[in-house]
């Protein structure tokens, strides 16, 4: 179970750090500007995509889709969770405190990217053959091309 929880864990905490390095610069260099602060929150979502994309390619080297897609989902939502309910209180708000189009923007954008992320991943991994199945089918090839061809006597 351990084994399990802590890379589920680490994950969506490296996925919550992002987000706490945007909030800061945004807070402390770009205070009143709307601008640099929407460009920063798209950087963010960018951000946690190309984490998310890179981690998908790793796994889907090593196992299959049905073994690491519900820790990196998992990882997905938790980072999410923090980033909407405890981020704010890093700026200095809470939750709702831009209202609840904003609150709903954000799960929107986030999940969108970490969806985008997670299949860009795998499909690059796939693209390339370096998924797990592909890689699977390769080494059946080799295997059976190495077997000699067996005579049928009549």
């Known amino acids: 179970m351990k084994q399990r929880v802590v890379p589920i864990a680490v994950l969506a905490g490296a996925l919550f750090a992002v987000n706490v390095v945007a909030r800061l610069i945004t807070r402390f260099g ?6 640099a602060q929407y460009r920063i929150t798209i950087g963010m979502f960018a951000t946690i995509g190309v984490i998310l994309a890179s981690v998908a390619y790793v796994r889907a080297q090593k196992s299959l889709p ?11 939502i938790g980072g999410m969770l923090l980033t909407i309910l405890v981020g704010p209180f890093l700026s200095g708000g809470y939750p709702f405190s831009a209202g609840a189009g904003n609150f709903f923007s954000q799960i929107w954008l986030y999940g969108g990217f970490a969806i985008v992320g997670i299949l860009f991943g795998y499909w690059i991994a796939t693209m390339l053959g370096r998924d797990y199945r592909s890689q699977s089918l390769k080494a059946f090839t080799a295997a059976k091309a190495g077997k000699p061809r067996r005579v049928v006597r009549r």
């Open 66 to 76: 049905s073994e690491w897609l519900p820790s990196l989902a998992a990882a997905a």
């Open 30 to 35: 770009f205070d009143g500007d709307d601008t």
